[in-house]
């Protein structure tokens, strides 16, 4: 739901950059942080990978648009990385294991690919503590809604609950938490995000028989139709080192 990077995702990174590191940023969208963590500290050579060609496009023109050469995009699933075994200082992710069916083999080959020491810093969305308001009763169930699809493609919207446990369950140690509030889209943008969502799913062939669906659908509609408001996303940051 959340596409796209809140201008601070990155940040919690950028005190941890060394000259000469090799950093990878996974499921880098548009290649937003991807540039910040390339020219933050020179030289930082930094790698952007996400499956989405288009995006890719996008990122590289944004590269190049900003005469910046530190940076480069690859092609590639997260768990899939064509990467050889500690080639990376630092492997960064932001929105990315809460969409992902096996976030524990995203885990494994972010270790791979980080060298003995290494750091894997994450950023990961918990809608259980999302700050909406108002938040109706149209809102609930908007979100329901939306949750239910993002399962339904093999993702989590409360993946931030659980980020520490897999980290530690990757192998990782020295495992750091903190949980943060800024949002990538506004109130009613979210609104209109959610609505176009769940509008398609219910329009789809399987989805025409589906009444949860197109219930959320109308709250949605609903909720769109509505006042303005304030929206806030938890992200729960986390630092850890490969072995």
């Known amino acids: ?77 997260p768990h899939a990385l064509p990467l050889p075994p500690g080639s990376v200082d630092l492997a960064f992710s932001h929105a990315l294991l809460e969409s992902v069916s096996s976030p524990l083999e995203v885990l494994a080959e972010l270790a791979r690919v980080l060298r003995p020491g290494g750091t894997l810093a994450l950023s990961t969305a918990d809608w259980s503590r999302a700050k909406l308001r108002p938040k109706t009763a149209n809102v609930d169930a908007a979100l329901r809604g939306a949750y239910l699809l993002q399962r339904r493609a093999g993702g989590n919207p409360f993946a931030g609950r659980h980020v520490a446990d897999w980290v530690e369950r990757a192998g990782f140690r020295d495992v750091r938490v ?41 709250s949605a509609w609903m909720w769109v139709r509505g006042g303005g408001g304030d929206f806030s996303q938890c992200w729960v940051e986390v630092l850890a080192r490969r072995e």
């Open 1 to 77: 739901m959340l596409e796209g990077y809140a201008p601070e995702a990155a940040g919690f990174v950028l005190p941890l950059l060394r000259s000469g590191m090799r950093v990878l940023d996974v499921g880098c969208q548009g290649g937003t942080a991807t540039l910040s963590l390339g020219t933050a500290v020179h030289p930082v050579h930094a790698v952007g990978v996400d499956r989405d060609h288009g995006r890719l496009a996008a990122a590289r023109q944004s590269a190049r648009r900003a005469a910046v050469s530190t940076v480069d995009f690859l092609a590639a699933a």
């Open 178 to 218: 903190r949980a943060r509030f800024h949002a990538a889209v506004g109130y009613r943008e979210l609104a209109h995000r959610v609505e176009e969502r769940l509008a398609a799913a219910v329009q789809a062939p399987e989805g025409e028989r589906d009444q949860q669906l197109a219930s959320a659908a109308r």
